[in-house]
């Protein structure tokens, strides 16, 4: 499998970048206690900060709203998926916990102030190329909707679109049966290859910590456009 990045987008964002985790024979589960934890204690922690902090002064928000502009798409109508989780917690509709894959990539988005999105490996079909949707791009999402993705960016193999840093498809979903899957890690622009790599190092370490298996990783730019796995 191929993952690769349309030249497009570096037309609109030559800084474009995204971090790619690929995990092998891992086990996903009921999240352990330690994670639910984390998870309900970090969303308090944000709660109380976002009394005297608006949603958009958080530097991840803010730049991704800056690059969804970009992109052509409206901030305000189509929030990526980490001010969505911003704006839940500032209401104290804190998220539940789903499964341990899932969680992680929550908490983690949340920490990073950027959009993730994590796909079980065997349900994506041929190839990957991530690219800005057009009038006929859509897909079932996990809000339970049919979602239009119209200048928005997204993942499509040879089925369709199945993902993006909006709302993730029902199709590619990770379940407690996965145990192949690839993590999108929606990176902010200004952040250096090197802090990236960095960024990564720290996300695959603390997934294989409760999931086990292997993690590998790349960042994809306007130099390095492709990764096979």
């Given at each position: 499998?191929?993952?690769k ?5 570096f ?5 474009f970048?995204?971090?790619i985790?690929h ?8 999240s ?19 009394e005297?902090?608006?949603v958009t002064?958080?530097?991840g928000?803010k730049?991704?709203r800056?690059?969804?502009k970009?992109?052509g ?6 929030r990526?998926s980490a001010e ?17 894959a899932?969680?992680l ?11 993730m999105g994590?796909?079980d490996?065997?349900?994506i079909?041929g ?7 057009n ?7 996990l809000?339970g909707r049919?979602?239009?993705l119209?200048?928005?960016?997204s993942?499509h193999?040879t089925v369709?679109?199945?993902?993006s ?6 199709r ?14 929606f990176l902010?622009p ?5 802090e ?6 720290s996300?695959?370490?603390m997934f294989t ?10 960042i ?6 492709e990764?096979?796995?």
């Open positions: 499998m191929i993952i990045l349309d030249d497009s987008l037309q609109m964002e030559p800084n970048k995204l971090g985790l995990y092998n024979k891992i086990v996903v589960s009921s352990p206690q330690m994670l639910k934890g984390r998870l309900q204690l970090f969303q308090e922690q944000l709660f109380f900060e976002m005297d902090k608006a002064e958080f530097d928000i730049e991704w800056a690059l969804w970009k992109f798409a409206d901030p305000n109508r189509y990526h969505a989780l911003y704006r839940r917690i500032a209401k104290q509709n804190y998220i539940t916990p789903l499964h341990s899932v969680d990539n929550n908490f983690f988005s949340m920490q990073y102030e950027i959009p994590i796909y490996l065997e349900k079909q190839d990957i190329t991530i690219s800005i949707g009038e006929e791009t859509t897909y079932t999402g809000n049919e979602n239009k119209h200048n928005i960016l993942l193999d369709g679109a199945f993902g840093p909006f709302v993730d498809s029902v590619t979903s990770t379940t407690e049966e996965t145990t192949d899957a690839i993590q999108i890690v902010r200004s952040m250096e290859i090197e990236g790599q960095k960024l990564l190092a996300i695959g370490t910590q409760i999931h086990g298996g292997e993690a590998l990783s790349t994809l730019n306007v130099d390095n456009k990764w096979r796995i």
